[in-house]
């Protein structure tokens, strides 16, 4: 649906000038996207995520038009929206997007329904009046804002101003919905009742989306397809249970989550499938790919619960059962964190919160084989 | 993007520049009709040269007149068209706007008026550009010739001296002369008007000229006086504020005020010298309308003189006022302006010397 | 985060010439590039027609030699060219200080807190504008001269003391700043409109007491409002003529202006000596304008009404309440309420006179009479009314456009926009009148000698105001209103008219209103200008002033404030039906 051939954008020189004297660095050879390709499909809830500078809102904002990349290609459903090889570049209007942006962007002087009726009342297909009023009040129906149409937008709360954002970025059924942080301005209990919604609204019209946030439990949470990025470049294109389960890189394994990252050594003998830490060697379910040898391990604190160890028992000396001392708990309502002293290493795991394990237990820890997963230590990105 | 249409465009202004200076280097423009017609008109006389002039006047139904004198638009003009049926457009500003307009419409060889009606010493400056056409009528032989210059038969004169507030000063404090105005007591009490270089020169002529002074004397006695002056800008607002109070004497103000606005403004017992600008009307050589222009000027020289001197302007034609009376006692000694040095370059000389005196530099007095 | 200008060609890659390419590039062309095309054109005509006037006749001879004579002439070394230049800028810093306390002062009062009469306040910064000059510096010499003054009789009545001389630097300051206060008042108040209170609130809720707020926090975010409200009044104050010839003549305190005029009265007349001053005060123009970017004063500024929730929020100022009311009693008492009386009193009378027992008895309507029986007085009237508003109308299209470029898009020339559209505001109004006299003389089309002639002076000279209203008032909208629409479907075009415009529309009618009328009151390029027999109301009422009829002129005044008070008041209700619906 939505292709992305290897979009280049520099940084504006005017811009990162006024940067410069402000004190902050603009590397003049990083360009705020350095070549990026991805594709979208049909219906799919993609999310662009990474740090902030990372170029994703640049990315979503050259899909949009509001920016103009240097070279590369964009197409959305066989249409050329922007290509510089053959000097094409549609204006916003004539793209048929739908965009919500993270301040939401209601036009305080129109009523809501004025808001969300914008879209079908201007630009090259306009429609009926009659039409458009069933539209909007479908839509706001289907925000829940129904009883709010003929209030003035700057009268609505935060939370309601993002469902207009909504109903008027879908209202007119858009090729492609373009989601610009949209939950960052909402308080984290609303966030979250937001986030579902967004996936049952989306899902339910079919709408193809691209999402942009720095959030990553948000992006797990919604996404079909998450692209991480970075300095401008994608570090790992996947679903949320791929980019969870086996980063590509450190960058990604260090993004996703708080893991454990322990340097660590492919045993060779072992059939790549052993790797040696300095809290000793821990076998994977899968071998690790060839290529690659100095490598860093990767311990999602969940896949890790501490166990009292019986007293006097000695430390299993069972493969992939690390053995320590809780140095340190904290109680997070809906699990336990401990930090566990295993040699010189700190090891984050999680247990339920009933858990009977106390700071200063020794502890044995299993380390399930099918939870490691590996990434190079050079793949660093800069 | 933005560069490519404004190179563009300053080339565009730079040949519009440089077209406007070559044309402003031409010529005079001069309407040879007009001339034509001020020729014919010189050698009739009397109640056939104006019977056929109204008639011609009336034909040409339009005039557009340049002026500086202030009676022109309310009185004088209503009068003349309601006589002749000719629709006057006036065009009224300052003497160096009046000047500076018909110099450069004359620059871009266009003449939109037809009489300019201005002192002496600009009608000298718009006469050597040989844009005035000079006027001649039997009407013109009964003005006196001080009334006359090279380039133009006044009109009227304005008188220019000391006025004073009859509320602040009694009559018996008023210093006989000039130097009188030197002592302490009138510091800052001395309203003059810095564009009043006119005045000054004639000052100077008077006496050194009439009363022998000798020019370091008159120096002396000048930037005596000048200790005390307070520097004003405008004849009219700051008549307005000596009427009101605020300073008891403006040294160079014009006689006209006092009869229009009477209350608490004096200039009796006049001091001398009381100096006379002549001011008149002239047909333009390029005028549109040149019998109407002559008609006009005939006018101004005649029936517009009572008008005159309503609004306090000493006329040049006084027979043609029934029952005249003169404001100015009869033997008052006027100095004329020296409009011949004011239109030279000497004129800048003497403003220059007149602002030196006013900021307390030297020298006073042109090299 | 904004369009560029024009969609540039991508980098790295060059079609060459063809058939395809011409048809590729006009199939790119919008909406927005021509009409920013045209206005470009148009505007930077408009500027440089004066502005290359006055180079050429600056460094030009007539001789057609070129050289710097003039700059020798203008500026002799001596003293007294020095003591000019301190007295132009000591008149002018201190003009813009002044200026700045008091509208700055006023608008933070007005539109930041709960202070009582706060409509007095927007009604005390036009009115003034109104006043004719040729009126504004003699009501002040009846009110503060050490010999006549009312306000000393006042207190020489209670006191014993005369404390006050408006023949001084000082007097000359404090009727400038009047005059100068109204548009950093409207200026400021617009920026405090739309600075986001919920800053200051954080700042309180850290521990900040009121003062510091004030300067760490509320000043800071419209600094950029500050610096271009200071630039504005400063250059102003450089190039205004009757301040300083009525107040500062007799105390010696000479100015460039003054110069200029003196310069103009001489024959042959010195253009190039006279270009000089006219570049002199250009050149301590771009001083400032330099001064002000460095502060922050160039017309970008960062978005303030965003698509989210905003609440104004005034400080309550306690106790303080009163004493500030009484400020602003007491300013709308000095800048209006004085003025105005002293403006109906003389219109009442046929010369005028001190008050007293027996000049009440002399009052009478016989100058109102004569004013509306007088057709020539009706003629300019009308006259102004359409070249103002065109005038008006023409500056703020022009001035929203060219400030839509500045602040909304990344073009390289956009700087060179800005400072082009502000230089009209230092270019003398003599030096204006003459060179579009000259250039206007050599073309056939029906523009000297006509009301257009004006309206092209007018529009010109007030479009830096216009630019400042515009900048200000676009600036206040964020970008993302206007990418939300464009990405909506709207065109350019649409996006403008339905959500940008009526946005901005609050700013834009206030500029509207500012031009309309300093338009009325423009006299130094409209005497040089004016055809016969289509006056306009500037020139008549200096006229009817040179005519001695100071009462009358008065009267007129009287006529004009009342008119325009009603056309402001209408338009603020108009301006307040637009742009963002509060409450």
């Known amino acids: 649906m939505l292709k992305i051939n290897d979009v280049v954008k520099k940084y504006d020189p005017a811009s990162s000038g006024r940067l410069r004297r402000r004190g902050v660095d603009t590397d003049k050879h990083r360009p705020a996207l350095g070549g990026v390709s991805l594709r979208v499909e049909e219906g799919q809830f993609h999310t662009l995520l990474g740090p902030s500078g990372c170029g994703k809102t640049t990315l979503l904002r050259s899909v949009a038009g509001l920016e103009h990349p240097d070279s590369g290609e964009i197409e959305l459903g066989g249409d050329t929206l922007f290509s510089a090889e053959r000097s094409v570049d549609l204006s916003p209007d004539r793209r048929r997007l739908g965009m919500v942006f993270q301040s939401y962007a209601i036009w305080p002087h129109m009523s809501v329904r004025q808001n969300v009726a914008f879209p079908m009342r201007v630009g090259r297909d306009k429609r009926p009046k009659a039409e458009v009023d069933k539209l909007v009040v479908a839509a706001l129906e289907s925000v829940g804002l129904s009883e709010a149409i003929d209030r003035s937008a700057t009268k609505l709360s935060g939370g309601q101003q993002q469902r207009l954002a909504f109903a008027r970025a879908m209202v007119g059924r858009p090729r492609l919905l373009l989601l610009d942080e949209p939950l960052s301005n909402l308080d984290a209990q609303l966030r979250a009742s937001m986030r579902l919604e967004l996936k049952r609204l989306q899902s339910e019209l079919g709408l193809t989306t691209l999402y942009v946030t720095h959030d990553q439990a948000e992006a797990l949470a919604i996404s079909d397809v998450i692209t991480i990025m970075s300095g401008g470049r994608i570090m790992q294109q996947g679903t949320p249970r791929e980019i969870y389960d086996h980063p590509e890189n450190l960058f990604v394994a260090r993004f996703i989550g708080s893991p454990n990252l322990l340097p660590a050594k492919i045993d060779e003998g072992s059939g790549r499938r052993t790797v040696l830490t300095d809290i000793g060697p821990l076998v994977l379910d899968e071998a690790v790919p060839a290529g690659l040898t100095d490598v860093v391990l990767v311990l999602r604190p969940e896949d890790l619960e501490p166990r009292r160890r019986v007293d006097g028992a000695p430390g299993s000396a069972e493969a992939n059962e690390l053995s320590g001392t809780v140095i340190a708990q904290s109680f997070e309502g809906e699990c336990i964190r401990h930090i566990v002293a295993v040699g010189d290493e700190r090891i984050e795991c999680r247990s339920a919160r009933h858990s009977d394990v106390r700071p200063g237990d020794e502890v044995s820890v299993p380390v399930p084989g099918r939870a490691l997963s590996v990434v190079d230590a050079q793949d660093e990105p800069h | ?367 | 985060m904004t369009q560029t200008l024009l969609d540039r060609p991508p980098a790295g890659h060059d079609p060459g010439p063809g058939p395809g390419m011409l048809r590729r590039v006009l199939a790119r062309v919008e909406a927005k590039h021509v009409v920013v095309a045209v206005v470009v054109l148009l505007l930077g005509y408009l500027v440089l027609v004066p502005l290359g006037f006055l180079l050429w006749r600056t460094f030009v001879a007539d001789d057609g030699s070129a050289g710097l004579g003039g700059f020798a002439r203008a500026f002799p070394n001596d003293s007294d060219t020095w003591a000019m230049i301190g007295n132009t800028l000591a008149f002018a810093f201190g003009s813009m200080v002044v200026s700045m306390v008091i509208g700055g002062g006023f608008a933070y009062l007005a539109e930041r807190t709960d202070v009582p009469f706060r409509r007095l306040l927007s009604l005390s910064a036009l009115i003034p504008l109104i006043i004719p000059a040729i009126l504004y510096a003699p009501a002040w010499i009846f009110l503060g001269s050490s010999n006549i003054g009312l306000l000393n009789n006042v207190t020489g009545f209670l006191f014993g003391i005369r404390p006050f001389d408006v023949y001084s630097v000082w007097g000359m300051i404090w009727v400038q700043s009047l005059h100068s206060a109204p548009i950093v008042f409207l200026l400021l108040s617009a920026a405090f409109r739309a600075a986001d209170p919920s800053m200051e609130e954080a700042a309180r809720v850290a521990g900040l007491g009121r003062w510091r707020v004030l300067t760490r926090i509320t000043l800071p975010m419209v600094k950029p409002a500050l610096a271009g409200a200071a630039l504005i009044v400063f250059v102003q104050s450089l190039e205004v003529f009757e301040i300083p010839t009525f107040l500062g003549l007799s105390g010696g305190h000479y100015v460039l202006t003054s110069k200029l005029y003196y310069l103009y009265q001489e024959y042959p007349t010195d253009y190039q000596a006279i270009g000089a001053i006219g570049i002199g005060l250009l050149v301590i123009a771009c001083v400032g304008v330099w001064l002000a970017g460095r502060a922050g004063g160039s017309l970008r500024e960062s978005g303030t009404i965003s698509g989210k929730a905003f609440r104004p929020r005034r400080e309550k100022l306690g106790r303080g309440k009163w004493v500030a009311a009484l400020f602003v009693l007491g300013y709308f008492v000095l800048a209006v309420v004085l003025p105005l009386l002293i403006l109906l009193y003389s219109s009442l009378l046929k010369n005028y006179e001190q008050p007293s027992l027996q000049a009440l008895g002399d009052l009478n309507l016989d100058n109102y009479r004569t004013l509306f029986g007088d057709s020539g007085i009706i003629h300019s009237f009308e006259h102004t009314v359409v070249v103002a508003v065109c005038a008006a109308t023409a500056a703020m299209v022009l001035s929203a456009v060219a400030s839509w470029v500045v602040v909304r898009t990344r073009s390289s020339g956009r700087r060179l926009l800005d400072a082009l559209a502000f230089s009209p505001l230092v270019i003398p109004g003599l030096v204006f009148g003459v060179a579009l006299a000259v250039v206007y003389l050599r073309t056939s089309l029906p523009i000297y000698g006509t009301l257009v002639i004006l309206f092209i002076a007018y529009t010109t000279r007030f479009i830096p105001y216009g630019m400042r209203y515009a900048g200000a008032a676009l600036s206040t909208v964020s970008a993302e209103l206007e990418e939300s629409a464009h990405v909506s479907g709207a065109r350019w075009f649409e996006t403008m008219r339905r959500v940008l415009l009526p946005l901005a529309a609050p700013g834009l009618i206030g500029g509207w209103v500012y031009i309309l009328i300093v338009s009325f009151r423009e006299l130094q390029s409209s005497i040089l200008l004016y055809t016969p027999g289509k006056e306009v109301l500037s020139v008549t009422i200096f006229q009817e002033y040179q005519d001695g009829n100071t009462t009358l002129v008065s009267a007129i005044g009287v006529v004009l404030v009342v008119v325009l008070t009603v056309l402001v008041v209408i338009s603020q209700l108009i301006a307040a039906r637009r742009g963002v619906r509060n409450q």
């Not at chain 2, 560069?3 to 280097?25: D, H, I, N, S, W």
């Not at chain 2, 450069?104 to 003449?111: I, K, L, N, Y």
Request: charged share 20%; hydrophobic share 40%; with cysteine.
């Open chain 2, 1 to 367: 993007m933005l560069e490519k249409p404004r190179q563009r465009l300053a080339c565009l202004l730079a040949v519009a520049c440089l077209g406007g200076l070559t044309a402003a280097c031409g010529f005079p423009p001069v309407n040879t009709e007009a001339v034509a017609v001020y020729a014919k008109f010189a050698a009739l006389k009397g109640k056939s040269r104006h019977d056929q002039l109204v008639d011609a006047a009336k034909a040409e139904g339009q005039l557009v007149i340049y002026v500086t004198n202030t009676a022109i638009e309310k009185k004088i003009v209503p009068a003349f068209e309601k006589e002749y049926g000719i629709d006057v457009a006036v065009y009224r500003a300052t003497t160096e706007q009046v000047r500076g307009r018909i110099l450069q419409e004359a620059g871009a060889h266009r003449v939109l008026n037809d009489v300019v009606e201005t002192k002496d010493s600009e009608m000298a400056i718009l006469g050597g550009q040989g844009l005035i056409a000079p006027y001649e009528s039997d009407i013109a032989g009964t003005i006196p010739a001080e009334a006359k210059t090279d380039d133009m038969v006044g009109a009227y004169y304005i008188a220019t001296l000391p006025i004073h507030n009859v509320r602040l000063v009694q009559p018996g404090q008023l210093p006989p002369d000039l130097a009188g105005y030197a002592d302490p007591k009138w510091r800052g009490k001395v309203a003059v008007d810095q564009g009043d270089f006119n005045w000054y020169e004639d000052v100077y002529n008077y006496y050194t000229k009439q009363k022998g002074m000798s020019d370091h004397d008159f120096a002396a006695m000048m930037k005596g006086v000048a200790k005390n002056f307070r520097v004003v800008d405008g004849h009219v607002s700051n008549t307005t504020l000596l009427q009101a109070g605020d300073f008891p004497v403006f040294l160079s103000d014009f006689l006209q005020y006092v009869p229009s606005r009477a209350k608490d403004l004096s200039f009796q017992p006049a001091m001398e010298p009381v100096t006379l600008q002549i001011l008149g009307a002239d047909p333009m050589k390029g005028a549109a309308h040149p019998a109407a222009a002559l008609l006009f000027c005939d006018f101004y020289l005649t029936e517009a003189q009572k008008y005159l001197h309503d609004a306090g302007y000493i006329p040049t034609n006084p027979a043609a006022i029934p029952g005249y009376q003169p404001r100015l006692p009869e033997g008052t000694d006027f100095v004329y302006d020296d409009w011949r040095t004011l239109a030279s370059d000497r004129g800048n000389a003497w403003q220059e010397a007149w602002s030196n005196l006013l900021k307390g530099k030297d020298p006073v007095l042109p090299r």
